[in-house]
Every structure is written in C-alpha cells, then in structure tokens.
C-alpha cells in the first residue's frame, strides 16, 4: 500500500497482503508446508523462504552457524536500502515455541536514520545554530534520494526567516507612518509599540514588539531589499533567495533572535509530507516526526 511505505519503494507485484505466518485452532503456528496450503486456500501470497536449516544451538556443528552466518552478512551488505529491507530469522526453540528476529541491511538502516535527521526541525536548528552554512551543511549531508525533499525543506524554512524579517520591518514602517515628518526613531517607536494597534488598526505582533528596534537599527537587513516584491504572488524560490541572504549576513546574537519567532517550517500539503524518488514514489515517510 503505497501511502504507507516507510522506506522500502515495492514494485507493484509485491504490494498487498502478504502471508508470513499463521496458527490453528489450538494456537500452534503452522509449519512452512500447512502454511503454503493456506496460502493457497486464502490466495494470499506467501513470504518466500529465503534457507532453512537446523537451528545454530552452541552444541550444534559448525556449518549451521557458518551458514546463518553468511546468510546474515549477505542481508547486512545489501547495497540498496531503498529496494530490500531486510530478512526475517524463525528459530523454533528445542522447549517449544516459536523466537523471530529481523535482520536489516546497513543500506536501510543508514537510510532511516538519515530520515531523522532530515526533518523540518533539524533543518530550523541548523540554521539557528550555524545559519546560511548549517543550513547548506545539512543539505549536503542528505542521501542523493532526499535531495529534492531536503531542497523543499531549505526553501521553507528561508522563507519562514524572510517573513519574519520583513514582520519586523513593517513595524518600523507602521511606526514611520503614524510619526511627524514619516520619520521615526527609537524613541517614537517605542511609544508605538505601548499600544495593542497601529494607526492603521492592524494588531501589534508579539514578533514585532521584540524584533522591531533590531529592524530599525539595520541588524535584519535592508528593508528596501527584503521588502521589495517583484511579483505578486512572490514565487517561493525568490522569496528563499532573500531570506538565504539576509540570513548569511546576521551575526550569532540576532540570529538566535530572530529564530526565537521563526516556526518551524511546516509541510505544504499531505504529498510533501513524504520523501519521494523523481518518478513520484514515495520513499520514507516523515508523517511522524516534526
């Protein structure tokens, strides 16, 4: 089921229900030849069996071991993580019962972990904690398969520093308008900031009360550069562009400013919420993580 994958990519004769074990009516699990007849009964499709074997017990010979070993190895150096997860281990206990265990590959287990550090709130830290650098240091750290996904997650979190600069700079320019002269300093803009609106009417932001004497001193930039729309709407890209540069610029103090109101970048729709390959599948899923 394709809106569930976490990070293996099926091809489309191996999604679906899949049968990998079943138990009878007095709870024991059926063994590999009940199961295949079950399957067939059920017309599910079985979980291949990969080897059997003796169990590798401390008592028993060597070669079982070697041979689980080597079975194990082979699924650890899988190159691709993307195409195969891994095995699942049976081992029947000699006092009865059933013991499993998964086997992963290193190549989806490095992917995976990749997936938690790929996240709109590790990309918002990286860019609080290093800026413009942190920011590109983690894009570059990302697998070959995240890149289109890692650059959806540059995009909005500069963005979201934009915005924030340019809410700061519309107070300085709110303030401007309501002074004598349209001239404004700390002092007329402190006395602005006292009151619940602006002239205008508009509600004074929490934003703007704590970053609008940082816009007035020129710390967040050029408000004529941030400012200034070319198009109407501003196309994401362009908008990226200007925050990546304000934030190049911004010595460590503002910056941790700054990010104390930038949010955390959130997905644009339920699509991007996703890591997907160029044809469209999706390849790890990051409903879960913020």
């Known amino acids: 089921y394709r809106a569930n994958l976490v990070v293996v990519r099926y091809p489309a004769e191996r999604e679906g229900v899949w049968l990998c074990a079943a138990f009878g009516p007095d ?6 030849r009940q199961l295949e007849a079950t399957a067939q009964h059920a017309r599910l499709p079985l979980v291949p069996l990969v080897a059997s074997g003796e169990c590798a017990a401390p008592g028993c010979a060597g070669g ?38 998964k086997v992963k590959s290193r190549a989806y287990t490095d992917l995976y972990r990749a997936q938690d550090g790929l996240t709109p709130r590790a990309m918002w830290a990286a860019a609080k904690s290093a800026g413009l650098d942190g920011v590109d240091a983690l894009c570059k750290s990302a697998p070959d398969e995240f ?31 309501a002074a004598v002269g ?17 002239a205008d009417g508009a509600a004074i932001t929490h934003t703007q009360r704590r970053l609008a004497f940082k816009a007035l001193a020129g710390r967040l930039g050029s408000a004529d550069e941030l400012c200034a729309v070319g198009a109407d709407p501003e196309p994401s890209e362009a908008r ?16 941790h400013a700054l990010f104390a109101h930038v949010p955390v970048a959130a997905p644009q ?8 390959l160029p044809d469209g599948t999706p390849l790890l899923n990051h409903a879960r993580h913020s």
């Open 147 to 177: 890149a289109p996904y890692v650059r959806g997650l540059r995009t909005r979190t500069l963005c979201a520093v934009l915005d924030t600069a340019r809410e700061a700079h519309a107070a300085v320019r709110s303030a401007a308008a």
């Open 240 to 255: 990226a562009k200007r925050g990546a540069a304000l934030l190049a610029q911004l010595d460590t103090a503002t910056r």
């Open 64 to 101: 079982a071991r070697q041979r689980l070993r080597a079975l194990v190895d082979e699924v650890l150096g899988a190159p691709d993580g993307a195409e195969s997860e891994g095995i699942v281990l049976r081992f029947e206990l000699h006092a009865g019962g059933v013991h499993r265990a």
């Open 27 to 32: 709870g024991a699990e059926l063994d590999r």
């Open 182 to 198: 349209a001239c404004v300093d700390a002092r007329a803009l402190g006395a602005q900031l006292k009151g619940e609106r602006w």
């Open 269 to 276: 729709d339920a699509r991007s919420r996703h890591v997907h």
